[in-house]
């Protein structure tokens, strides 16, 4: 069984910054991408950013140049340091591990950006 829990949201104003955790545990050798989803009210969930085990990285447009994805593989974590953040980044973020063909999520974390 596999478990993935996030943390670090919270409040911050426009122009600020957070740093998301996402640490997965449980019964898995190897782990092909982990990532972040998001989404907000009345929206659907977007793809925000994903790191492969090799460490290719990808990102939504809208996050490009202000958000970083990275891992540490011997702690089976991976962050989302989000900088500049705007009202429009307000959102539940979701973790998620994918081993092989099964994906597990997050129970989520809210980031609220404030005006």
């Known amino acids: 069984q596999v478990q993935v829990v996030e943390s670090g949201g919270g409040l911050v104003q426009a122009g600020g910054s957070l740093r998301l955790t996402c640490t997965a545990s449980?019964?898995?050798?190897?782990?092909?991408?982990m990532g972040w989803h998001r989404q907000a009210p009345g929206n659907e969930r977007e793809q925000v950013a994903t790191i492969t085990n090799g460490g290719t990285t990808n990102y939504a447009d809208s996050v490009q140049g202000r958000f970083t994805i990275s891992r540490d593989d011997a702690k089976n974590t991976v962050y989302l340091q989000m900088n500049t953040l705007k009202p429009g980044d307000t959102a539940v973020y979701y973790c998620?591990?994918?081993?092989?063909?099964?994906?597990?999520w997050g129970q989520g974390t809210q980031v609220t950006v404030s005006p």
């Open positions: 998620f591990l994918q081993h092989f063909a099964s994906v597990y």
């Open positions: 449980g019964r898995f050798d190897s782990i092909n991408v």
